[in-house]
């Protein structure tokens, strides 16, 4: 895939070494990492993980999501480990970008695509259900106690 990738005036780009570390800060900083209580050196370790890639998007120069990829995580199939967007950003489609970006990054080389969703998390599932995603599977108590992260799959 040729970089950079332009989705509605927003830029997607491969992550540079700071905005590896802007990555990990953001998902610290956001749901559901605060409620697993995922701390900031596990996010920025996963972050700057070379097995994983990680792009991030641009509003006219400025980071305002990113999405993490493994591309051989469930099944040996791509799996998508996180998205974020910033606060002042979501609501405004550039988490569906990013999830069509990653998509469409394996789409020549993959038939399934794969992610998990903590079962607290509702907003984010109905996201994921709303982009073609169905659940397969559900992991009871995986991280914390009384929740389950739910697996979810796609036919890319």
């Known amino acids: 895939m040729k970089f950079p990738i332009i989705m509605k ?3 997607i780009l491969p992550a540079t070494p700071d905005e590896r570390t802007w990555a990990a800060t953001l998902l610290a900083t956001s749901e559901p990492w605060i409620t697993l209580r995922v701390p900031l050196e596990k996010c920025i370790s ?3 993980n070379p097995e994983y890639l990680l792009f991030v998007a641009h509003d006219e120069g400025k980071p305002c999501g990113m999405v993490l990829l493994d591309p051989l995580g469930m099944a040996s199939s791509p799996y998508l ?7 002042e950003y979501r609501n405004q489609h550039i988490g569906s970008a990013l999830l069509a970006f990653a998509e469409n990054y394996f789409r020549n080389n993959a038939r399934h695509f794969f992610l998990c969703v903590s079962s607290f ?8 259900e709303h982009n073609g995603y169905q659940a397969v599977g559900e992991l009871k108590d995986y991280i914390i106690q009384g929740e389950s992260e739910i697996i979810m799959h796609k036919r890319i």
């Open 9 to 11: 005036n927003i830029l």
């Open 46 to 48: 996963t972050c700057h």
């Open 81 to 87: 480990k996180s998205i974020a967007v910033t606060e």
């Open 121 to 128: 998390n509702n907003k984010a599932r109905k996201f994921y």
